[in-house]
């Protein structure tokens, strides 16, 4: 199977915006919202902070963030999805109306910022979909400053065999299937050969080191089915 295009990922997630929460909320088991929070942890941040949520979907871990840096802070979600980002607008007007939350359409290969403008940054199931990852860590540590972190958040190839095996039964058995009860089978389907395709955690740490990043550490969760990246400039 092909990669897609970065115009076939983006009309997916356009596709999927309005049940992608409900779909992430029930395939995780609810886990989702743990991760996203130790995610948002790692990278520490403080109060009056500027941070940046790149592929931000429908909003969770831009919420996450700006909760933390509160009223003096600003946070900017990214996607290249306007449906995912009018989501995320309404969510975030819904819910936060006091923070300072910027939704910005864009592309995470050619970030719309200039050097050293973030303070921190997450990134939540967004690297696993970049065409050219090597160049999506590249602009993420143009923007940051000088010692500020940021933390990924995706799938992960689990080191043992049946974890393997459990991961591929529930892609095949319990996310096609509860997708395709929402017409989406298809889009759905492509989670399997993009998790063949991605790199693994020591992979992810060498490509961060190789485009500067001082520190690099990727660390297994969900026995090692998912898995965070965390960097430092």
């Known amino acids: 199977m092909t990669s897609p295009s970065a115009s076939e990922i983006q009309a997916l997630f356009n596709r999927i915006a309005p049940v992608y929460d409900q779909l992430n909320q029930g395939l995780s088991l609810g886990l989702h919202r743990i991760w996203k929070q130790m995610a ?14 790149i592929c931000c979907g429908s909003g969770d871990l831009a919420m996450l963030l700006a909760r933390k840096v509160g009223k003096t802070g600003r946070v900017t979600g990214l996607d290249f999805s306007s449906a995912q980002l009018a989501i995320a607008r ?7 109306p006091l ?22 940054a997450t990134m939540g199931y967004g690297l696993r979909n970049l065409t050219d990852i090597p160049r999506g860590l590249q602009e993420l540590h143009r923007v940051l400053k000088p010692q500020a972190k940021a933390a990924l958040l995706d799938f992960n190839h689990p080191e043992h065999s049946w974890l ?22 298809e889009d759905y389907a492509y989670i399997a050969p993009s998790l ?10 060498h490509l961060a080191k190789e ?3 001082s520190a690099a550490t990727h ?10 990246l965390v960097l430092k400039k």
């Open 196 to 205: 063949e395709r991605f790199p693994k955690g020591s992979q992810q740490v």
């Open 99 to 120: 923070l300072s939350l910027d939704w910005v359409e864009g592309d995470a290969l050619n970030l719309p910022f200039r050097d050293r403008a973030f303070d921190c």
């Open 40 to 53: 948002i942890n790692w990278i520490e941040p403080k109060s009056g902070d500027v941070g940046l949520d």
């Open 164 to 185: 393997n095996l459990f991961q591929q039964w529930y892609l095949d058995t319990v996310v096609v299937p509860t997708a395709q009860n929402l017409g989406l089978k």
């Open 211 to 213: 485009v500067g990043f």
């Open 90 to 96: 309404q969510r975030a007007f819904r819910r936060y």
């Open 219 to 228: 660390y297994p969760i969900a026995g090692g089915m998912m898995g965070i």
